[in-house]
């Protein structure tokens, strides 16, 4: 089960776009993350979208396909994280975070032991030189086992014109410490429009891997994902 964990979605780039590349690529489903502010969710009606991720602000809000929430740590920790953690164990959140600020990921990790935390486009590092302070960072995030990352981001961030030797480091370093199962593949996808497409995203990320075995492609590529996210497998279905 292939899926990308981490796209968004437009008026002028809608999940009608997404299907097809899904489709050639063979990805079966994928995670809609909701941009703040965005309020006409029937885009996650179609099959391909598997589960929706939206703002922390509306994290009270009741879909069938809700999985998580998001929350910017550059606005310091979520409030109400405790409560939130207790009555919604079951949904994942994800973390906007730069890596001066992955020092916050252990706390919000003992406050929430229960939740499954994603730390998006693998905590921003700046892709050049490996710095201390992100490796530093995400070693101590990895040693609390509910805690995930998402390679996602990887064209965008780059330096364009993007190439793989500068994100190849990141990658691998954050599979050394958090392991073929807590790493995911994320697009990113239309962020990296018009410079790259969505299939220059899943080369950045394989090239960056780097040889692996059948499993742990299956897992980076879409088992993480489903096991993050309480993905049904009974919910995937041809994309469109």
Request: hydrophobic share 45%; net charge neutral.
């Amino acid at each position: 089960m292939r899926i990308d964990s981490h796209h968004y979605l437009t008026g002028g780039h809608p999940i009608e776009h997404l299907a097809p590349i899904l489709a050639r690529n063979r990805f079966e489903g994928s995670v809609w993350v909701v941009d703040a502010g965005t309020v006409d969710l029937t885009a996650a009606d179609h099959p391909l979208i598997q589960a929706i991720v939206i703002d922390w602000a509306r994290r009270s809000l009741d879909h069938p396909k809700l999985r998580g929430v998001w929350w910017d740590l550059a606005t310091g920790m979520p409030e109400g994280l405790f409560v939130w953690s207790r009555r919604r164990a079951n949904q994942a959140l994800d973390l906007r975070l730069r890596p001066e600020q992955l020092p916050l990921v252990p706390r919000i990790a003992d406050l929430a032991p229960d939740v499954r935390i994603v730390l998006d486009d693998l905590a921003s590092p700046p892709f050049g030189e490996l710095s201390d302070e992100w490796a530093q960072g995400m070693e101590a995030a990895s040693r609390r086992p509910q805690v995930f990352c998402k390679a996602s981001g990887l064209v965008t961030n780059s330096r364009a014109p993007w190439d793989a030797a500068q994100t190849r480091p990141y990658v691998q370093f954050a599979l050394k410490v958090f392991g073929p199962r807590r790493v995911l593949f994320g697009s990113g996808w239309p962020e990296c429009l018009p410079a790259s497409t969505w299939k220059e995203t899943l080369a950045a990320f394989t090239q960056s891997i780097g040889p692996q075995s059948i499993e742990a492609r299956e897992l980076l590529l879409g088992e993480n994902a489903r096991k993050v996210y309480v993905l049904d497998r009974a919910m995937s279905a041809p994309a469109r």
